[in-house]
């Protein structure tokens, strides 16, 4: 089962920043939190991901609590082509390997 | 790099029928997986393997048998398709380091009548 909750939909007006939040209450301490976003039906592509600290690049800012249960995905200015379906992923380790357990996600509208 | 590279991007069989579908990765990835996605849904792991020679069941393996080839490419078989194999399957391949992002192919759509 995916270990995150996130809101099914949300809207954006272009331009705008975006705040998509998303719950991992139960996360371990050495465990990743990744955002990955799917447009249309293409193949998901990555974001940015984090474990404690805030992060940055060139697409998106991560912004996770201090006690880990909840973080945060800024998109500092939504654009028409970020409507897309953004997915909140806590990285699984395993012992022969990393696995992603995607959920549902978000639907982001972002409206002219 | 042609990054991960899937085949065929559409196919329609009917229920019964069997297939492979191709996986390939030119990113010297250690890690490779198999997702399928249903309408509406997000995606769900059916088989992955974390490196050559290793295969590990996912959440929805029933129905379908893997291969990892060699460490470029990894197929996904099924042997007798049933009408809820319908869905878009997508590859995935993942290098070792400090992102462990996964890079994913762009899916092969499967209509089993």
């Known amino acids: 089962d995916a270990k995150t909750t996130q809101p099914p939909s949300m809207d954006c007006a272009e331009g705008r920043a975006a705040n998509l939040p998303c719950n991992h209450s139960?996360?371990?301490?050495?465990?990743?939190v990744y955002w990955y976003r799917q447009i249309h039906s293409q193949g998901p592509q990555y974001i940015i991901h984090?474990?404690?600290n805030n992060e940055t690049n060139e697409m998106a800012s991560l912004i996770i609590t201090e006690d880990r249960k909840s973080s945060t995905l800024i998109l500092p200015h939504a654009t028409l082509r970020d409507t897309a379906v953004y997915y909140c992923?806590?990285?699984?380790?395993?012992?022969?390997?990393?696995?992603?357990?995607f959920g549902a996600g978000t639907i982001l509208r972002v409206k002219s | 790099n042609a990054g991960v590279t899937q085949t065929p991007k559409f196919q329609v069989l009917k229920t019964g029928q069997s297939m492979t579908l191709q996986c390939a990765q030119d990113?010297?990835?250690?890690?490779m997986y198999w997702y399928r996605q249903d309408p509406g849904m997000g995606l769900r792991l059916i088989y992955y393997?974390?490196?050559?020679?290793?295969?590990d069941k996912g959440e929805v393996p029933n129905g379908y048998n893997v291969s990892r080839l060699n460490k470029r490419e990894f197929s996904l078989r099924l042997e007798s398709a049933a009408p809820s194999q319908t869905s878009v399957y997508f590859c995935?391949?993942?290098?070792?380091?400090?992102?462990?992002?996964?890079?994913f192919g762009p899916g092969t759509r499967l209509t089993v009548t």
């Open positions: 992923i806590v990285r699984v380790r395993e012992e022969y390997g990393n696995k992603l357990v």
């Open positions: 139960t996360i371990s301490g050495n465990e990743y």
């Open positions: 984090g474990l404690k």
């Open positions: 990113m010297n990835h250690n890690s």
């Open positions: 393997s974390a490196s050559e020679g290793t295969t």
């Open positions: 995935a391949s993942m290098g070792y380091g400090r992102s462990y992002e996964q890079y």
